[in-house]
């Protein structure tokens, strides 16, 4: 075989190797684990198809699209969320979850994308400081920690959606629950039949910033997140999303 016809086959390996391998390196990267809770609306919830919708989830998507990375999301119970974190079974959390002493001894924060105050839902002549009362709250939250402090009897649940029956049929005097879930919670037929509505509670432990949590094992990606964050806030995505969920504007 003569030198010319070598060229040309070193030449089209060349171009093969630069029009095929490369992009198959570009995305050789794994995609993130992202956890989500499936049934906190309107931050996250399953809709009538079963498909994945809400706030977190929405925002998930756009810092997602933001870093250039492929991302996979995986549906927990919100009490295993800190601890799946910690072991390294998932990159990133998109949960609303408030940046607490406890929860940073195990997990990063990204930096906070919103403040929250927590919820007090009970009938107007049941308050905080009633005596004898059962207190509902979702396992594993904030609310729930709280609950546990009072020493208040306490009826614990997986889901936000497991409340309002709870409520309306007088096993929980009351529950405790984060500032955008009262909004869905309060539209629930039962709940106004019963006349139970909500107040603000003002505990400082169950209000502050809130933020997405990451594996202590990928620092690396809390800048990126981080980044995406301040993209999506300053392009008008986080507004977007904000107006189809909710009727307020995060802060």
Known sequence: MSIRPIHRILRALACLMLGGLL??????????????????????????DGKLVGFNIELAEALCQTMKA???MHKVAIGKVIDMLAAGEADFAAVSFLITPERQEKVLFSKPYYRSLSIWLARPEIRPGATGITVAAVRGS????????????NFFVEHH?????????????AAIVP???ALRLIQEKELQAREIGPSILPVP?????????INPQRADLRPR?????????????FDRINTKYLPFRLQ
């Open 161 to 173: 959606r497991d409340l309002p029956p709870l409520l309306a049929a007088g096993t929980a005097d």
């Open 225 to 237: 997140i981080d980044a995406a964050i301040d993209a999506v806030k300053n392009d008008g995505r």
């Open 70 to 72: 492929r991302c996979e």
């Open 23 to 48: 992009p198959v390196m570009a995305s050789a990267e794994p995609p993130l684990r992202v956890i989500v809770i499936g049934s906190s609306p309107p931050m996250s919830y399953e809709d009538g």
């Open 142 to 153: 904030a609310q729930a920690r709280y609950v546990e402090i009072e020493g208040w009897k």
């Open 179 to 181: 500032m955008p879930t």
């Open 205 to 213: 432990s169950l209000g502050g910033d809130v933020a997405f949590s």
